[in-house]
């Protein structure tokens, strides 16, 4: 069975910090694409971040690149996600995903329950 569980969402002020963790279990690592989604409200779920089991490729949306960083703990199967100088346009819940059929997007095989980010201006 593969779960995915966020934590490390909150409160913080615009140029700050966060770092969401995602914990896995339940997949083939080497061969699952993983990512992170945001969603705010009255809008679309959006790319953030995805990185490759396998081969370690990384790739970031536009608004975030500069930004953060998606990174991984193999020993650990957990998924990070490094987030800095933080804007008030980044509040949404944040989503973690994975999938072993391809390349992790919105239509991912398996996601997490969402943890809130909620940044002040």
């Known amino acids: 069975q593969v779960q995915l569980v966020e934590s490390g969402g909150g409160l913080v002020q615009a140029g700050g910090s966060l770092r969401l963790s995602c914990a896995a279990s339940?997949?083939?690592?080497?061969?699952?694409?993983m990512g992170w989604f945001r969603q705010a409200p009255g809008k679309e779920r959006e790319f953030v971040a995805r990185?490759?089991?396998?081969?370690?490729?990384?790739f970031y949306g536009d608004s975030v690149k500069g930004r953060f960083t998606i990174s991984r703990d193999d020993a650990k199967n957990t998924l990070y996600l490094q987030m800095n100088s933080l804007k008030p346009e980044d509040t949404a819940v944040y989503y973690c995903?994975?999938?072993?059929?391809?390349?992790?997007?919105?239509?991912?095989?398996?996601w997490g329950q969402g943890t809130q980010v909620t940044v002040s201006s």
């Open positions: 990185i490759s089991w396998s081969a370690g490729s990384l």
């Open positions: 995903a994975a999938d072993v059929r391809g390349l992790v997007t919105v239509r991912a095989q398996y």
């Open positions: 339940g997949l083939t690592f080497r061969s699952s694409s």
